[in-house]
């Protein structure tokens, strides 16, 4: 089985701490969902037998309105369909672009104490995920 990724490493997570804070950032999520949420035990959430579809809803749904305050907006978002060109095993349930102001607003974001209860949500919902910082770029017709 391949890895899977959840949570930063400390490694990559030290090399987003290094890029500069205060410019705007784009986030790229992708998403793989567990069949059946997998809460901690004593968790609110735990044996409600809900699927990690539905637990990754109750994330957006607990950490949306901080996501919001910091400035933080969808501006892409998309079912996945099929790999064209990568590893066939590379499947993904759902993915999206996160737009922040300025990575200050994304750290303000995860250390803010709801968010740190919320993110429970996201670590039952994942089986596997990607999350990448990309600079936004000018879009228009050309590649």
Do not use: C
């Not at 349930?93 to 200050?104: C, I, K, L, R, T």
Request: glycine share 10%; no cysteine; aromatic share 14%.
């Amino acid at each position: 089985m391949s890895a899977t990724y959840i949570d930063p490493s400390p490694a990559n997570f030290q090399a987003f701490k290094d890029l500069p804070r205060d410019e705007p950032i784009h986030m790229l999520n992708l998403l793989q969902y567990r069949d059946e949420a997998d809460y901690p035990d004593g968790h609110e959430h735990h044996g409600k037998g809900w699927s990690g579809r539905r637990a990754y809803e109750e994330y957006g749904k607990t950490s949306g309105p901080i996501f919001r305050r910091v400035g933080g907006s969808i501006v892409w978002r998309g079912a996945f369909q099929t790999v064209v060109t990568g590893p066939e095993a590379m499947q993904w349930h759902d993915g999206f672009v996160a737009q922040y102001p300025n990575a200050g607003a994304f750290f303000e974001m995860i250390k803010d104490p709801d968010y740190q209860k919320a993110v429970v949500n996201r670590t039952a919902a994942l089986a596997d995920s990607r999350l990448v910082r990309f600079a936004p770029g000018d879009a228009g017709e050309g590649f």
